[in-house]
């Protein structure tokens, strides 16, 4: 298996820009997971899925942000419009189920820089 | 979620062991206890869970106290590319990753 694919691996953009970070999860995973981090905050979780229904998104920053996950191998995290304190590593991450049990897999991440 | 709390840094030689502790004393019954490690510039990575019974794989070994309070990660012979943040996550019947700020390892040849 490929493990968890992300893209872009880098973005640059410019404020104001809309942003759309892609996942592409684990063959056979159902949950899948969407962090951010920064150097102040360290890791955090934004939102997680179960099944390609958003189950958690307490950690969502804003409605700037948004995330959607159409079918089990595909999912999008969304910033609109983006701002330069969005600039972080974003990773996803996909497991098998989200019980206490399960292992995540990450992503190589995509790292967003916002001018 | 329940807190763990864990040294900012450590440090360790080449091919020597090293034990990494964990505080955990506001675990529940059902929280199991996981292990990630994350390498400069890459996502983390799984290292190892338990819930009650120490464990061992290939990476490392997991001693989990009595009371469950506290554990530690043992990794039997570091090695350069075990450098990284290593973090110690209770993870409820969510399964959510809640990180804090980890240990820094830092070995030397």
């Known amino acids: 298996d490929a493990g968890v694919i992300q893209s872009p691996r880098h973005e640059v953009t410019e404020m104001g820009q809309e942003v759309t970070l892609r996942c592409k999860p684990i063959s056979g995973h159902n949950s899948l997971f969407w962090y951010r981090q920064t150097m102040m905050r360290g890791l955090e979780l934004l939102i997680y899925f179960n099944n390609n229904v958003p189950i958690d998104d307490s950690g969502m920053p804003e409605d700037r942000f948004s995330a959607k996950m159409p079918n089990a191998s595909f999912s999008t995290l969304k910033i609109q419009p983006s701002e330069p304190r969005d600039s972080a590593v974003y990773f996803c991450?996909?497991?098998?189920?989200?019980?206490?049990?399960?292992?995540?897999?990450f992503g190589p991440g995509t790292r967003l820089t916002v001018l | 979620d329940a807190k763990t709390t864990q040294p900012n840094s450590m440090e360790s030689n080449e091919e020597e062991p090293v034990h990494l502790p964990c505080n955990h004393s506001t675990i529940s019954g059902t929280d199991y206890i996981h292990w990630y490690r994350q390498l400069p510039s890459q996502g983390p990575e799984y290292v190892i869970h338990g819930l009650t019974s120490n464990v061992n794989n290939r990476m490392a070994s997991l001693a989990i106290a009595e009371d469950r309070k506290s554990s530690t990660l043992i990794l039997h012979r570091a090695t350069l590319r075990d450098a990284a943040v290593y973090y110690c996550?209770?993870?409820?019947?969510?399964?959510?990753?809640?990180f804090g700020q980890g240990t820094t390892l830092q070995v030397k040849p």
């Open positions: 991450a996909s497991s098998f189920q989200s019980s206490g049990a399960d292992t995540q897999y």
């Open positions: 996550i209770l993870t409820s019947n969510t399964g959510k990753l809640i």
